[in-house]
């Protein structure tokens, strides 16, 4: 009963994976349609820090992504956000720039906790048809202080 049960999970977990995974996307419409694919990743990306989950935020990721930015070092990011800021609640699209190989767009978040302003800056790329995330930053005067004590 128990081995059902996990294998269950585990087909749940690879469903969710491959449902909300990388978007197919040609290298027009990846230039044209940015904020089309950008805005549900972020949202995604953001959602999964208020969770701490992990799977649901590396659906995205790049390989060389996911191979840096480790469960481990997800989750105490997830706690270090949410200690100084809070949970996410929105953002708001401030900028979009698309080069050859990259794309780069800029949110302003909002979280629950928040004393200034909170900059989420995502790198994409077109990998193979593949929109994928190849960086993430949150960028805040809290955070900053908060990461300069913890080193």
Known sequence: MKLK???LAGIIVLAAIILSGCTSIDEESFN???EGYADPIAENALLALNEKNYTRFSADLDPTMKKAFTEEVFLKSADIV???LGNYTSKELM???AGEKHTVVVY???FEKQTDDVILRLIFVNSEGQVELRGIWLDSSQLKKRMALER
């Open 5 to 7: 049960i996990k294998a």
């Open 32 to 34: 044209a349609d940015i």
């Open 82 to 84: 949410q200690d100084e």
């Open 95 to 97: 900028e979009i720039n």
């Open 108 to 110: 302003q978040a909002n």
